[in-house]
């Protein structure tokens, strides 16, 4: 079995609804530096910049309740939030506080020794299951809630990778009640995945049967 990260994203949740800032158009489109590719504005959720030419698109939304950085490589992710934090400051914005962090992990585990339906029937259905028949259980999905403490909560979705019958997706969203005066620094963000990621392979990881 090996296993690939999809995706990394940070959300960041203000403590209270905010207007959403007005960004300089050229710093927009120059923000992953490929402005033809860079599509800028406003969606349903906030304000949007979007990186269009990748397969997972990098992307910065600010919107009233939360705002949210993602892309395939945790570097950019954490280079945006600074990017961010910084032309917040230049245009001066009032510190905008925080509330809560998320951090947020796609993975994919690959070429297990069964289907992913039977891996999750085997570890988590049939225990439970009255199968006297022995009829074929298999699942599809499954989504847990595990709260380490009172502060930290995680959520986590399993799902059949879609065309890869011994491939596995997991969606892991790491809620983090921290608060913080203003966007968070390098050295902060640092320290929050580091504690999220020793917490995945120490306590989560384990509890699946899979080796992150």
Not at 3 to 26: A, R, T
Not at 59 to 79: D, R, T, W, Y
Not at 202 to 210: A, C, E
């Amino acid at each position: 079995m090996r296993h690939n990260i999809i995706s990394f994203s940070f959300v960041l949740l203000w403590k209270q609804p905010i207007n959403i800032p007005l960004l300089d158009n050229k710093f927009c489109k120059d923000f992953f530096d490929d402005p033809y590719n860079t599509e800028v504005g406003f969606v349903q959720e906030g304000f949007l910049i979007s990186l269009t030419n990748s397969q997972i698109m990098p992307h910065i939304l600010l919107g009233p309740k939360k705002a949210a950085f993602m892309s395939s490589n945790l570097e950019q992710v954490k280079l945006s939030i600074e990017k961010i934090s910084a032309e917040l400051k230049r245009i001066n914005t009032e510190p905008l506080e925080i509330s809560a962090i998320g951090v947020n992990t796609e993975y994919e585990f690959l070429e297990m020794k069964e289907t992913v339906q039977q891996y999750l029937a085997e570890r988590f259905l049939v225990s439970g299951f009255k199968n006297e028949n022995n009829f074929p259980v298999n699942m599809t999905d499954l989504r847990f809630q595990v709260k380490t403490d009172e502060n930290n909560l995680y959520n986590l979705l399993i799902q059949p990778r879609a065309n890869q019958p011994n491939g596995l997706y997991l969606n892991i969203n790491a809620h983090r009640q921290q608060s913080f005066d203003g966007i968070p620094s390098r050295e902060d963000l640092d320290k929050i995945y580091d504690q999220t990621n020793d917490e995945l392979s120490k306590l989560i990881f384990p509890s699946l049967g899979l080796e992150g």
